[in-house]
C-alpha cells in the first residue's frame, strides 16, 4: 500500500536567533499514523551520543507522550512522532543543552490517507492482529536477514521481489549475519574486526536501515527489527556492555520507532548469544519498552528454550519449531500457553541448504503454512535456495530474488485467509481433539497434510467455544446450512461442493448431515476443506 | 512401602513445673525424613488460632531452618519437623506466648529405616522426580477428590484398592466437593452451610485427614493435596477473604508440611474459583513457599487457563488437557513451555459418565499415558464408573472400588518404565518430528497408539539430544546393536524380536540397520517397540 508522499513531513528548527523563523517554517500538518520531525540544532563537540538528551512533550487529543530524541550526526537533533489521534498536538522540547531546551510549537494530525491503516496490534481478543484502523493483518512474514544492508541494487531487487509477492513482514537484522556493503553501525577506530566504539553510532548506517524499513512500508510490507543476534562474535555487536545495550536500545527506539511498520524482535535465536542472560533480556525488554512510546509490537525468537511469552513486555509470541506445525493442536498449544497471538517465525526454509533446518522442498514449507493456520497461528517463509547451497547468499541472508515455489502457494494461502473470519481463525474445541478453525457455526477450515483420506466425515463439532479451552460443546444450537469447498493448497484449486450440508445435532455435543455423511476427496495429498454458512 | 513404626515420634512437653520432667521423656531419636513432633501445653482461651504464634528454631548439620507450628485444641500446640539430614538437631521455641517461648532440646536423626526413601523431589535435569535418597519416583497418580473425607470403612476399602494398584500419588481435596462424612474443616457457627468461622478449624478435621494422608505413606503413595477448589460455592471455603486464606495456608502448612508424602497442588481448575484472581493464587504460592520449612512440591490444576508454570514458586506443571496427551509432540511441548516436569493430572476418565470429561474408554485413557511417557512427561488416572452415573460416588469422588480395566495395564506400564532409563524417558530430536524417548545410544520407545502399521521402519534419529531443541542430531557416533521387543500395552505382552539390529549411520541424521530395515507388527492398535542396547 503506498504510503503518501505528504506524510512524512520534516521541520529544522535550528538554534540561536533563527529559530522562530525556521519554526514558522515547519509543516502545520500531518497525517495520522505518519511521522512528525523535527529536527534542532544543537552540540557537535564531545560525544552528543552521550552528554545530550533531547525529547519532546506531545499533547493531542486526550494524549499526553514523552518521545525521545536522537543524535543524527553533525550537530542535527531529531525528535520522530507518530501522532496516534488526529486533532491538534502541541510539542515542547525536554534537554540538557540549552540550546535544545524549550523549543515549541504545534501541529494538525489530519486524517490518513488511502493505504495508511496506522500500525499493527495485537486485537482484543488477544489472539491475532489487526491494524490500528481495523483491518485484518494476515501475517505471512518473510526471513531476510541482512538484506537491508547491501548495495541500493541489491536492495531494489529485493523490493521489487516483494512488492510481487504474497509476504507482509520482513524479519530484518540491524547488525550484519553474512557479508553486506554496510557493516559499521559504529563507529571505527581501528583496522580491527572489533575496533569500534559503542559509544558513537554511524548515523550514516541508521539511516541506510530507515530508508529499507520506509521502502517496506511503501509496499505494505512490516519490518521485524531483529536487534541482536549470536553470529557474528567476531565483530561482538550482540556482546555489548549493559550500558552501551541500553545507549543502543534507546538509539533504535527513538531512531525508528516512529515508522507505523516497526516491530521490535529483540533477538534472533537469543539463547546462543553467550554473553547475555534472560535477566539481561528481560532488563533490554523493559528498557525498550520504556523508551518507545509508539508502543510497537515486541517479541523474540529463540534457539532451543522458548522465552516467556507470558512476560508483560512480550506483544506475541515469535517461535522456531518446525515440528509443532506439522500438527494444528501443537501449534495451536503454543497460544494456551503465551495467551497472546503466536506467529513460528521459523520452521525450517526451503531450499537446498545441507542442514534440516534449509533443505525443505516446498509442499512440507506450505504445509506448516496451513497447520499453522488451523492451529489460530502464523507462520514465517525463507528460503535457502542458492547454486553453491551457501545460504548467506540465498534470499534468507541477503534477499535478491525467489527462487522456489512456495510464495506463489503462499498467496493462495493469504487469499483464504482474507476470505475467511475477522480477526482470524479460531481454532474449535481444539482440547476435544477436534482438528477445524474459523468461526463456530460460520465458517470451518479443515486441512489433511500428507494424509490422503478418500472421503471426509463431515462431522463438526457442535459448539461455539473457541481457542483453549476444557469447555465442552454447546448443546442443542439451530441447525445449520453449510457449503463446502475442497481445496487443493498446492494445486491452488477451489471446488466447491455441489449443494448443502444441512448439519443438525449428533449427541450432544456434534454436528452431521445425515442425508450427506461425508465428502469425497481425490488421491492428493495437501487438501483442504471449507464449510462456510449458506442461506440454501 | 511401610514405613517404620519408630519414624514418628511425638513428645510432650507441658507448661509449667512438669515441662523439664517431660521434656526428659521425650523420644532422643528420629530417623532421617520421619517426623519429629513436639507438643506443649499453652493459652486455651481467646482465639488460640489467632492469638498465638509459635514456631522452633531447628539447627542441625548445615542447616538452619524455623519451623512453624499449630494449635491442635484443648491447649495443645505442636512442631512438626521432618529431619532433611541425619545427626544431631537441636531445636528452641518462640513464641508469643510466654509459656511456649524458649523450650529446648535436642535429638538424633537416625538413618531412614528400610522403604524410608525420603520425600519426592525434581530431579537435576529438571524434568523428572526421585525420593531424596535417588530412587526414580515413576509417577502413575489417581484422583479421588474427596476419599479422605469418607467413612473409616470407606477409607480403609481404598487404602486396600490403592495397596493393589499400581498408583503411587494420589490427589485429594481437604475440602469436601462430594457427599462426605467429614464436612467441617472450620467451627460450625449456626444450621447454615455457610455458618461457620473461618478463624477457627476444627482439629478434628485436620487430624482425619493427616491420619489419610500418613496411611497413604505408609503403602507408599503420595498424597497430592488439594487446598482449593470451585465446586462448593454453598460453604464457600474456596471463597474466604486474604487473611482467611492466609491463615488457612500457613496451618495446613505446619499441620501437614512434615509428611515427607505430601505435594501441595494449589486449587484443583483454579480458573474456576470466581472470587480469586491469578494475583491472589500468585500470593498465596508466595505464602505457602514462606510457610513450608520442608519446601515440598509445589503445583496448580486449571481447567481452562493453564497457570505459568515458570514462575518460581512451581516445582512442576499439573495440567489438565485431555488431547494433549494424544499425540507424545503435544505431551513434550509443555516441558518445552514448563521448563520443569511436567504431569497430565486429568485427561479425562475413564468410566460410564455422560459427559466426554468422564466417559473415556480404558483404552483410550491407556493411549494418553503411553503418549505422556513418550513425551517426557506423565500423566494421571480416576474413573468414573458408577451404576447411576453419579460421578459422585464413583472412585473420582469417594474412593472405594476400582472397577475399570486401565489400572493392571497401568502397572504394566510401570514395569515398562522402571525398566526404563533413569531418571525418566526423555523425548529424543522431538522438535525433528521424531517420536522416540528414552536415552539415546542405550533405549528407544516408539508408540503407535491406535495406528495399526504392519511394519515399522527402524530408523532412529543419530543424534544424543534430548528434551526440546533445535539442534540436529550429532554426526558420526558409533554404531550400535540394538535387541527389541514387541509391546502389546494392552494385552501385555513383551513378545522379543529375533536377533540384533546394528544400528549404523543413514545419511548425516539418521541411524539404520541396512539388512533389517524394519519390524513386522501385528494387525492390533496398542503397541508399542522397544530397542535397548545389547552387547550382541
Known amino acids: ?77 531529531r525528535i520522530r512522532f507518530s501522532p496516534p489521534e488526529q486533532g491538534r498536538w502541541r510539542w515542547m522540547t525536554d534537554s540538557n543543552a540549552a540550546a535544545l531546551h524549550g523549543r515549541s510549537g504545534s501541529f494538525e494530525a489530519t486524517a490518513p490517507s488511502k493505504g495508511n491503516r496506522g500500525p499493527v496490534r495485537v486485537t482484543p481478543d488477544g489472539y491475532h492482529f489487526a491494524y490500528a484502523d481495523g483491518t485484518p493483518f494476515r501475517q505471512i512474514g518473510t526471513t531476510s536477514y541482512s538484506w537491508a544492508l547491501q548495495s541500493d541494487a541489491k536492495c531494489a531487487e529485493t523490493l521489487a521481489t516483494l512488492k510481487a509477492s504474497p509476504f507482509n513482514k520482513m524479519r530484518m537484522c540491524v547488525f550484519p549475519n553474512v557479508p553486506a556493503v554496510a557493516t559499521d553501525p559504529f563507529v571505527r577506530t581501528g583496522p580491527g574486526l572489533k575496533d569500534w566504539d559503542p559509544a558513537r553510532f554511524d548515523p550514516a548506517y541508521f539511516r ?78 523493559q528498557l525498550l519498552q520504556a523508551a518507545d512510546p509508539h508502543d510497537r509490537l515486541r517479541s523474540i525468537h529463540q534457539f532451543d528454550v522458548y522465552y516467556d511469552a507470558r512476560r508483560p513486555w512480550i506483544t506475541h509470541a515469535s517461535i522456531q519449531n518446525n515440528s509443532a506445525v506439522l500438527d494444528d493442536l501443537r501449534a ?78 503462499l498467496a493462495f494461502l493469504r487469499r483464504i485467509m482474507e476470505e475467511g473470519p475477522t480477526p482470524g481463525f479460531e481454532p474449535i474445541q481444539a482440547w476435544w481433539n477436534h482438528h477445524v478453525a474459523g468461526k463456530p457455526y460460520e465458517y470451518y477450515l479443515r486441512y489433511f497434510g500428507k494424509d490422503t483420506p478418500r472421503e471426509w466425515p463431515v462431522v463438526l463439532p457442535s459448539g461455539t467455544g473457541t481457542g483453549h479451552g476444557n469447555t465442552p460443546p454447546d448443546r442443542g444450537k439451530d441447525p445449520i446450512a453449510l457449503r463446502a469447498d475442497i481445496i487443493d493448497t498446492w494445486a491452488m484449486t477451489i471446488t466447491p461442493v455441489d449443494g448443502v450440508f444441512r448439519m443438525s445435532p449428533r449427541g450432544d455435543y456434534e454436528l452431521h448431515d445425515p442425508a450427506r455423511p461425508t465428502i469425497w476427496l481425490p488421491d492428493k495429498p495437501y487438501l483442504a476443506v471449507r464449510l462456510v454458512k449458506t442461506q440454501g
Open 208 to 285: 541506510r536501515f530507515e530508508d529499507r524499513i520506509r521502502r517496506l512500508g511503501e509496499i505494505g510490507i512490516e519490518a521485524d527489527v531483529i536487534l541482536y543476534h549470536p553470529y557474528d562474535p567476531k565483530r561482538g555487536y550482540s556482546d555489548m556492555q549493559r550500558a552501551d545495550d541500553e545507549r543502543y536500545i534507546r538509539y533504535v527506539a527513538a531512531r525508528f520507532g516512529a515508522f507505523r511498520n516497526v516491530w521490535w524482535s529483540m533477538a534472533n535465536e537469543y539463547d546462543l548469544v553467550p554473553t547475555k542472560t534472560t535477566a539481561d533480556w528481560d532488563h533490554l525488554f
Open 1 to 77: 500500500m503506498p504510503v503518501s508522499r505528504r506524510e512524512v513531513l520534516v521541520g529544522s528548527v535550528a538554534c540561536g536567533a533563527a529559530t522562530l523563523a525556521r519554526a514558522a517554517e515547519m509543516p502545520a500538518e500531518v497525517e495520522r499514523w505518519g511521522i512528525w520531525e523535527a529536527s534542532f540544532e544543537g552540540p557537535a563537540t564531545g560525544n552528543p551520543f552521550d552528554d545530550v538528551r533531547i525529547a519532546a512533550i506531545l499533547e493531542g487529543p486526550g494524549k499526553r507522550l514523552r518521545v525521545p530524541g536522537f543524535y543524527d550526526g553533525d550537530g542535527i537533533y
Open 332 to 409: 495451536a498449544l503454543h497460544r494456551d500457553f503465551a495467551l497472546k497471538p503466536v506467529i513460528f517465525d521459523e520452521v525450517a526454509y526451503e531450499g537446498n541448504f545441507n542442514e534440516p533446518w534449509g533443505w525443505l522442498k516446498a509442499e512440507e514449507l506450505v504445509e506448516r503454512f496451513w497447520y499453522g493456520l488451523v492451529g489460530g497461528t502464523y507462520v514465517g517463509h525463507s528460503e535457502t535456495w542458492e547454486p553453491n547451497r551457501d545460504a548467506r547468499f540465498s534470499w534468507l541472508g541477503q534477499g535478491g530474488r525467489l527462487t522456489g515455489t512456495s510464495a506463489p502457494r
